[in-house]
């Protein structure tokens, strides 16, 4: 789907979770191609700063991550970035997200970059946030 000049992409976590990362994982066709493919190394082995010219001007960047080895663990909540010229820390627990029924569709990780090494480290204005589909969302739903 073609999208208008002007449209600005603000979807909410439920869309997100539901028409582009369900949809994703499942092979199913996404309502518009808003959201660029990146493998998780090519992701973190820069800063943020050098996905600019992934962003077609906006302020919010939106990926879909390949499921590779470098994907941090549920558990793991630092993330060094390239040979530790920074890295990405958990800002708190993972947030279920829910449909209007209540069932919990995916969690929220939301990360903070930090530029320098962990003794020097510098927090800086780079938020992140991961969503990953449950367990019991695969096996609850079924691809038509």
């Known amino acids: 789907m073609e999208v208008s000049v002007g449209y600005q992409f603000v979807p909410t976590d439920e869309e997100l979770v539901l028409d582009y990362l369900f949809n994703k994982a499942f092979g199913k066709p996404l309502p518009a191609k808003m959201i660029q493919e990146i493998a998780a190394s090519k992701l973190f082995e820069k800063p943020p700063k050098s996905l600019v010219t992934w962003s077609c001007g906006e302020k919010e960047w939106y990926f879909f991550i390949h499921d590779d080895e470098n ?74």
Do not use: C, Q
Not at 100 to 114: N, Q, S, T
């Open 71 to 144: 994907i941090p663990s549920e558990s793991e909540i630092i993330r060094i970035v390239g040979n530790g010229i920074g890295f990405w820390k958990s800002g708190g627990e993972e947030k279920p997200i829910s449909d209007v029924k209540g069932f919990v569709l995916a969690f929220k990780k939301h990360l903070i970059y930090f530029s320098g090494s962990f003794s020097e480290a510098k927090k800086t204005h780079w938020k992140m946030d991961l969503y990953r589909l449950t367990t019991e969302f695969y096996t609850n739903f079924k691809v038509s």
